[in-house]
């Protein structure tokens, strides 16, 4: 008990285990077999025991019967161990003994197997052998039937034979028909006895039946004459027909070839390759005498079985003699096609409806279609070939595989498969194409077709430019005149082709023809808006220059929102157009060729060309109040009031153009150009701010007042245009303050006390360059040593050493004011070279020159250091140059050496 635990701790923990020995005291208690704890592979020895013991009690009572109880059960288990490895030892012996058994069973099978077989073989023997008189017996009877019914069918192979050449002597050739069929048939199951002589002789006679057959029936159809033949003689032809249906496809094509031919031989009698015949013109009369020809004689097609096609052979063998004609008369005339264009197209719309005509009637119910001139160049099963000299020939010609075949097996098979494939080489000619069987002659020359379009269409253009109004068609649609008539122009020229001439190649090369029509027609768009005096629309706004002045009176503002409007329809016509053309194109894979985007450009080029016309007119506009602008005296200000004059002139300039190009110009090419104006007139109101030389804190602050009124002038532009909501316009706004927002950064640096100038610099213009700081600098009004002192705090602040004291005091001015050598390194900021051209940047030049001079002389005889002396020498010296010659200031000013000298020189120390 003490490895089990203490009784309170350990065993006393009161569990209810179900005690394997019933439900009494463990000594009383029976041994329960089926649930043994003993036998639980989760056994647990403390639990087990604390659940015999709960108690210390009951422990030491129930302990010594239990120990025996445990005593009996484990001998009765040593029992049974003893019991089975008794039991075990027994079953092997027994095992193998089994074993022994079942072997021998198994060979005694096999013995019985083979037995069985033996017997077998011996009863095979047995049946064999009764059997084999029966079974010679059995061949005989089959021997004997095949010989009677061969001889029947020799016999009935001679009297069919007989009877035939009595048919054809006769000339009875509804009977011969018959008696042919059945020769036929019964000579069929004699293939392979030829080579016995009777029915080699029955085989040679029936080739020389089938041979005169055939001669007799062609001089029959050789008595068919221009006159109507008699009931009679159709009755008898008819019979022939049938004669010729038995005697194969070879006899069938060759009657067919020899009744087309006779037919087409009057054809080629009556039209020729020369003549009053042979002129395009007279094309009609060629499909005219078919069709009457096919009418007049149906009595006598109606003679011919159906499956043969006659009427639709000799349209092929027609078309075929017509094509080759037409290819010699047109390469006769090649050099007078370009003056008879009409006659070529009635040429080709006569051959069209022709071809429409015959696939009416010989390829089902079709709808008209005059695409056909470009069928017959794609090649495919159904199209005619060009040989006219057989047309039955032919047709199965582009079924050799099928005919191979059937001849190959044409002394095997039986009369009725040989018949399927007559049938499906009959349905193949059925399946015969005419489109483009003649009209693709005309493909090669309808070039001059083509040239004649594209003058028609260009001398339309022509006549339309010269009437044209330049006013709008209408309220609804504000475009110009000339575009409506031409696109009416380019759709007639359009459905001609498709209804005349073709849908294939040709209309494709219409489609190019088109599209230099409309490169045409954006050129001359584009050749009426104004132009600056350096003719091209290319160029920008530039202060000081006028070679990019465009002056547009309000009637050309009219013109150019309606040149816009109209080369934007144009783009959606030419898409329509060229979607048109891709869905009438045949066959389909010609329409991914269909390809305008090019000429979209060029419209669109146009748009852009009228945007940049207007923008230059405005800007034009608007150059007088930034003139009036620069010449206020901003430097002697006393009070700022209400804005200035020159504002109340910006803004007239841009509400007027709203008021007109508004309503006039498409949305969003009115928000386009808004865009374009703010992106260019930002820049060159900055760029006008510094040429106002000097500003005072008075006129800084006007010049903010105005700046501000400006702002909202260009927000009203787009506003006033009526297009953009109010998302648009307050995004229009925000565009504003951002494009505007340097130049009132400039305006408060400038406007700032001296001492705040560089923080404020650098504040509102993280960004900004030296030079940036130096032209701000230059347009504040400032003492000498204030100058000075904010040099030398923004030196500073940049990280450079400051003057020295010998320096500055060799430099002193009035007041006491430093200048010297930081004076002599701070020169204005020069004029960037820009397109404005040599007068332009010379006049910078010169000024700039001026203004160094003026700073240097300013000093006056109270600086006395040699540097100086010369630098004002220098200084004067380049000034009375560039007056005396401004392009070469110019061409020394765009020396790249030049320009980093004096950058240098601006951003030193």
Not at 74 to 97: P, T
Not at 148 to 174: G, K, P
Not at 648 to 656: E, I, K, M, T
Request: charged share 25%; net charge neutral.
């Amino acid at each position: 008990m003490a490895a089990v635990g203490p009784p309170q701790a350990g065993l006393g923990g009161g569990a209810a285990v179900d005690r394997p020995f019933g439900g009494g005291s463990p000594a009383t208690a029976g041994p329960q077999e089926e649930n043994d704890p003993f036998d639980a592979t989760t056994f647990d020895l403390p639990k087990y025991v604390n659940g015999m013991f709960p108690t210390a009690e009951a422990s030491l009572v129930e302990l010594d019967p239990l120990v025996n109880t445990l005593r009996q059960k484990v001998a009765r288990v040593d029992a049974e161990i003893l019991a089975a490895v008794r039991q075990q030892a027994s079953s092997g012996s027994r095992a193998r003994s089994d074993l022994a058994a079942a072997k021998a069973t198994i060979e005694e099978l096999f013995a019985k197997i083979h037995e069985i077989q033996r017997k077998a073989e011996q009863s095979e023997l047995m049946v064999q052998e009764i059997c084999r008189d029966i079974k010679k017996l059995d061949y005989a009877k089959k021997h004997l039937t095949a010989t009677i019914t061969a001889l029947r069918r020799l016999s009935m192979l001679v009297n069919a034979v007989d009877q035939l050449q009595l048919a054809v002597e006769r000339h009875e050739y509804a009977e011969a028909a018959h008696l042919l069929e059945a020769v036929q048939q019964l000579s069929s199951h004699f293939q392979s006895y030829v080579h016995i002589p009777k029915v080699a002789e029955l085989k040679g006679r029936m080739m020389a039946l089938e041979k005169s057959l055939q001669i007799n029936t062609l001089r029959e159809f050789e008595l068919l004459g221009e006159e109507t033949p008699s009931p009679l003689l159709l009755e008898r032809l008819r019979s022939c027909c049938l004669v010729v249906e038995a005697l194969g496809y070879q006899a069938r094509d060759e009657l067919i070839d020899a009744v087309c031919k006779r037919e087409m031989g009057v054809y080629t009698q009556i039209f020729a390759t020369i003549g009053d015949t042979a002129k395009l013109e007279r094309t009609v009369n060629r499909y005219k005498w078919l069709l009457k020809r096919l009418e007049a004689r149906k009595d006598i097609w109606a003679i011919f079985p159906p499956s043969w096609h006659v009427p639709q052979l000799l349209c092929i063998m027609f078309c075929n003699i017509t094509k080759t004609m037409l290819a010699e008369i047109l390469d006769l005339k090649s050099a007078e096609l370009p003056s008879q264009v009409d006659s070529l197209l009635k040429s080709v719309e006569a051959t069209n409806i022709f071809e429409a005509e015959m696939a009416r009637r010989f390829e089902g119910a079709v709808e008209r279609d005059t695409s056909g001139s470009e069928e017959a160049e794609a090649g495919g099963a159904g199209e005619l070939p060009a040989d006219d000299s057989s047309p039955a020939s032919r047709v199965r010609a582009r079924y050799e595989r099928l005919a191979r075949e059937r001849q190959r097996a044409a002394e095997s098979e039986s009369p009725e498969r040989r018949k399927e494939q007559e049938h499906a080489t009959s349905a193949a000619v059925a399946k015969t194409n005419f489109k483009g069987a003649i009209s693709s002659v005309f493909v090669p020359y309808l070039s001059v077709y083509m040239d004649q379009v594209e003058r028609d269409l260009v001398a339309t253009l022509d006549r339309l430019m010269r009437e044209e109004t330049w006013q709008p068609l209408s309220a609804d649609l504000p475009v110009l005149k000339s575009s409506n008539e031409l696109v009416e122009a380019i759709k007639a020229e359009m459905r001609e082709c498709v209804s005349r001439v073709t849908r294939g190649r040709a209309l494709l090369d219409l489609a190019a023809v088109f599209q230099r029509v409309y490169r045409a027609y954006a050129a001359r768009l584009v050749a009426r808006l104004p132009k600056p005096a350096s003719g091209s629309l290319a160029g920008s706004a530039v202060l000081g220059a006028s070679d990019w002045h465009v002056r547009l009176s309000d009637d050309d503002i009219g013109v150019v929102c309606l040149i816009v409007s109209t080369a934007e329809h144009c783009q959606e016509m030419v898409g329509a157009l060229a979607r048109a053309l891709a869905a009438k194109l045949e066959p389909a894979d010609l329409a991914s060729r269909v390809d305008m985007s090019e000429e979209e450009d060029e419209l669109q080029g146009a748009i852009t060309s009228c945007l940049a016309s207007l923008l230059l007119g405005i800007e034009t506009r608007l150059e007088g109040a930034l003139a009036a602008m620069a010449r206020l005296n901003w430097a002697g200000m006393e009070m700022a009031g209400d804005q200035s004059e020159y504002v109340g002139a910006f803004r007239r300039v841009l509400l007027d153009a709203a008021a007109r190009l508004g309503p006039a110009m498409p949305p969003n090419y009115f928000r386009f150009f808004c865009d374009k104006l703010l992106r260019s007139f930002a820049p060159r109101f900055l760029e006008n701010v510094y040429r106002c030389r000097k500003i005072s804190d008075v006129g800084c602050q006007q010049m903010r007042l105005d700046t501000e009124v400006l702002k909202g002038a260009l927000s009203e532009l787009a506003k006033a245009g009526g297009h953009l909501d109010a998302a648009g316009q307050a995004a229009f706004a925000a565009d504003v303050h951002a494009q505007l927002g340097r130049a009132e950064a400039v305006l408060k640096v400038v406007g700032s006390p001296p001492e705040g100038l560089v923080d404020t610099f650098f504040e509102l213009m993280p960004q900004g360059s030296p030079s940036d700081f130096q032209r701000m600098l230059d347009l504040k009004v400032l003492k000498r040593n204030e100058y000075t002192a904010i040099l030398e705090q923004f030196n500073r602040r940049m990280g450079r050493p400051a003057l020295s004291a010998a320096a500055a005091a060799s430099t002193a001015g009035p007041g006491g004011a430093a200048v010297g050598a930081a004076r002599s390194f701070n020169l204005p900021q020069m004029p960037r070279i820009n397109s404005g051209g040599a007068a332009v940047v010379g006049a910078k030049a010169s000024a700039a020159a001026q203004d160094v001079a003026v700073r240097l002389g300013s000093m006056g005889s109270r600086i006395t250091t040699p540097n100086l002396t010369a630098a004002k020498a220098s200084a004067a010296a380049a000034g009375e140059s560039m007056r005396d010659s401004m392009s070469a200031a110019m061409r020394s000013m765009k020396s790249k050496a030049s320009l980093r000298f004096l950058q240098r020189d601006q951003g030193g120390p």
